[in-house]
């Protein structure tokens, strides 16, 4: 797609900006980018700080997402998904630094022109649910979390949602992370170390990644990828995760979890 003419558009976000060192607490713990035209589009949700590179400066992967665990999704969709996926992106409330929406647009699109021109809303819900549909018919649900929902997504919304136990796997930086929680009928355990192999291995600490799978053996198997932290100060941050229960994403994933933290 070439992003010169009116029928194609995108959107780049981050917190942390390319060849920037300051994280905007402004707007959404949250990454990712949009392109798209009158027919189809991606939408790739992803860990990585200070990527992508503003388009007109070439690609370059940065230095920064090398240094620990990343994630990432990317998904094709077709236009008629766009509308909820704008609305979606509303909530998350992303810090955009990068973006063309051309007019044709707008009218079906309100609020990705209001994101692109960094202008606030005053009617962000605290929190919104969506279905959405692949270009290949994948059924996903898509969590979006304002910073109205002042709550660990994980715990007190994604898991009793989804009806399943969650083991989540986001950077747990010393004396930042919640502990694992079975306070509600569907319990969320933190994953303390992943395994690439059977001779490779490494903590959680070193893992900027940012995914959740539900408990070996659950009815309910579920696959989640997206952009918080399970830590006290993300209740204050908006994001959200994207969930399949496509099985070859699940067994790929739940392959990895070395071990968990009980509750007790």
């Known amino acids: 797609m070439s992003l010169q003419d009116n029928n194609t558009a995108y959107l780049i976000y981050n917190d942390g900006v390319p060849k ?3 994280y905007s607490r402004k707007y959404g713990h949250t990454k990712g980018l949009l392109l798209w035209n009158r027919i189809q589009g991606f939408w790739l949700i992803h860990s990585i700080p200070h990527f992508p590179p503003i388009p007109e400066e070439g690609y370059e992967y940065p230095p920064t997402g090398r240094r620990n665990g990343q994630t990432g999704i990317c998904i094709t969709f077709q236009y008629n998904q766009y509308e909820a996926i704008d609305s979606q992106l509303l909530v998350c409330n992303p810090n ?3 973006c063309s929406i051309p007019v044709t647009f707008h009218q079906e699109l309100v609020h990705m022109p209001q994101l ?3 202008s606030s809303s005053s009617e962000i819900p605290g929190r919104h649910l969506t279905t959405l549909q692949s270009a290949q018919g994948q059924k996903f649900l898509h969590f979006a979390k304002s910073d109205y929902f002042l709550d660990d997504i994980f715990a007190a919304w994604m898991a009793q949602r989804l009806k399943t136990h969650l083991l989540t796997e986001t950077w747990q ?3 930042q992370e919640l502990p694992s929680n079975c306070s509600l009928p569907y319990h ?3 994953v303390k170390a992943i395994k690439l192999s059977r001779q490779s291995y490494f903590s959680s600490y070193q893992d900027h990644a940012k995914w959740c799978i539900s408990q070996k ?3 309910n198997r ?3 990828i997206g952009d918080l932290n399970r830590s006290p100060h993300q209740a204050f941050r908006s994001g959200g995760f994207i969930c ?3 099985q070859h994403i699940y067994q790929a994933f739940q392959g990895l979890v070395l071990y968990y933290e009980n509750c007790n």
């Open 20 to 22: 920037s060192m300051n």
């Open 188 to 190: 969320v355990y933190n």
């Open 116 to 118: 692109c021109a960094r």
């Open 222 to 224: 579920w696959t989640c």
């Open 96 to 98: 955009v630094y990068s």
């Open 217 to 219: 053996g659950t009815k």
């Open 173 to 175: 930086r010393k004396r």
């Open 244 to 246: 399949t229960q496509n």
